[in-house]
């Protein structure tokens, strides 16, 4: 009777442990990395660091986010231009518009699909949820600039249509017209 107690004790409290989950990027091997595209450096992360010994303040100006857990990204928008749907799978984005109008947008996973979009001016920030499909519009007739920072320090891109429609090998032909349905034409068109 006492091994019962035991046993079912045991599982009570893996259950528990297990129910408890906390996610965020591996701690830093070290205090900072300052990246560089060189072969000759110490190779961690993904990226080649400059010697810390060799490293300066003026390194931290922008460069010197590799390991800290952030990403950092300005994106330049020619008039009309789209910075095409896509998701980041292990990040939420903040996006703050710099210059110049942007529609920014984002669409809410299943069942409801629903859009959250906004235009944006210089100043206005938006928020993209971890995972979510968004996308940046420039509405103007002149160049826009926004800076997106990211909570992961290697946030991963998935560009939904590169992806659907320029896999190796391709995506069968028939899964795409059923999937989007259209007719085939239209797929080899967008291909």
């Not at 103007?140 to 939904?160: E, V």
Request: glycine content about 6%; aromatic content about 10%; proline content about 6%.
């Amino acid at each position: 009777m006492a091994n019962i107690h035991y046993f079912t004790f045991t599982i009570a409290i893996l259950e528990l442990a297990s129910s408890v989950a906390y996610a965020s990027d591996p701690d830093p091997l070290q205090d900072f990395c300052v990246a560089l595209d060189e072969s000759k450096a110490g190779f961690v992360n993904g990226n080649f660091c400059k010697n810390p010994l060799l490293v300066t303040v003026d390194d931290f100006f922008y460069s010197g986010l590799n390991t800290l857990g952030i990403s950092i990204v300005c994106i330049e928008f020619a008039p009309n231009g789209l910075n095409a749907p896509h998701s980041h799978p292990r990040a939420v984005e903040v996006l703050t518009c710099l210059e110049g109008t942007l529609y920014a947008g984002f669409i809410s996973t299943n069942p409801q699909h629903r859009l959250f979009a906004k235009i944006l001016h210089e100043g206005d920030v938006f928020v993209f949820p971890r995972g979510v499909i968004h996308f940046q519009l420039n509405l103007g007739k002149t160049n826009a600039r926004a800076m997106a920072a990211l909570s992961s320090q290697n946030p991963r891109i998935i560009t939904i249509a590169n992806t659907i429609f320029g896999s190796n090998p391709p995506v069968p032909t028939e899964v795409l017209t059923k999937a989007f349905q259209v007719d085939k034409w239209v797929i080899d068109h967008i291909e």
